[in-house]
Each structure stands twice: as structure tokens, then as C-alpha cells.
């Protein structure tokens, strides 16, 4: 019973492939017989242009706008941290030493590629710490008229 199952299907098999062939054989004959293309018309794909620029457009906006919120959120939780980094300095590519301040306490820790070691203790008087104003940052402007001026 088995081997004449397998012989019956085989036959509809492959009557039905010689059938789906024949069938798209001559449809893709009629096709070319009167000047249809499968391919698609000029405004089809420039339709598509016009969808997929919009579509990365739409992704750009929201990528902004998530990036921003994000971005506000971390900035609302370090200010009202417990923790600051008041200084760095890089001694290797995978190696800084940094002076953090932890509630009222400065303290100088090692960063390594894997670990993170306590070194010591600072009092206050020993810390110099830079005053970061934002009116001393330069505009783009300011900046791009400086670069233009020695240009020339």
C-alpha cells in the first residue's frame, strides 16, 4: 500500500508541476505579447522613493524626540544625586583616576577595564575644583566666525 501511495503522488506531483508551468509560461507570454512589464511603472517607484524617505523621516523625528526624553530624565536624576565626578584623568586608554565627591566626602578611585578600586580620601581644602560657567561656552557662531577669522 505503501509504495502505491508514494507512486499515485508522485504522479499528481508532477502533473501538477507540468501544469503551473504551462500556466506561467503563458501568462508571462501573453504579458510580453501586449507590453506589459511586471517590473512596475516609473510612478510606482517613485511612490516608493517618496514613501520610504517619508518613513525614515517619520523614524528620525522619533528617534529625536525619544533621545531627548531619555536624555532629560538622566539629567534630572544626576541633579539630585548623591554622587559628582569633580575630576578625571586618563592615564591609559582603559585606565582613569577620578576625584568623586559622595555626599560631603571626596574620594580618589582607580578605574580599570573590569574594576573599580578605592585609592583614598581627600579632604575639601585639597580639592580644587574648576568653575564650569555656561556663559564662558562659545555658539556654534561665535565659534565658526573664530575658525573663519584665522583662515585669513
Excluded: H, P, W
Aim: no cysteine.
Amino acid at each position: 500500500m505503501y509504495g502505491k501511495t508514494m507512486v499515485i503522488l508522485a504522479d499528481i506531483l508532477s502533473k501538477v508541476k507540468a501544469s503551473a508551468t504551462s500556466s506561467a509560461n503563458q501568462s508571462l507570454t501573453d504579458n510580453i505579447a501586449n507590453g506589459v512589464t511586471t517590473t512596475g511603472s516609473t510612478t510606482d517607484n517613485f511612490l516608493q522613493l517618496v514613501g520610504l524617505v517619508f518613513l525614515l523621516i517619520i523614524i528620525l523625528v522619533a528617534s529625536y524626540y525619544t533621545t531627548k526624553f531619555v536624555g532629560g530624565i538622566k539629567v534630572n536624576q544626576m541633579k539630585n544625586s548623591n554622587f559628582e565626578v569633580i575630576d578625571s584623568y586618563r592615564i591609559s586608554t582603559n585606565k582613569v583616576i577620578q576625584i568623586v565627591k559622595i555626599a560631603n566626602k571626596y574620594v580618589v578611585i582607580a578605574i580599570g577595564k573590569d574594576t573599580i578600586n578605592y585609592i583614598t580620601e581627600l579632604d575639601e581644602a585639597e580639592v580644587y575644583i574648576r568653575d564650569m560657567n555656561a556663559g564662558d561656552k562659545l555658539s556654534f557662531k561665535k565659534t565658526l566666525d573664530k575658525l573663519r577669522n584665522m583662515n585669513k
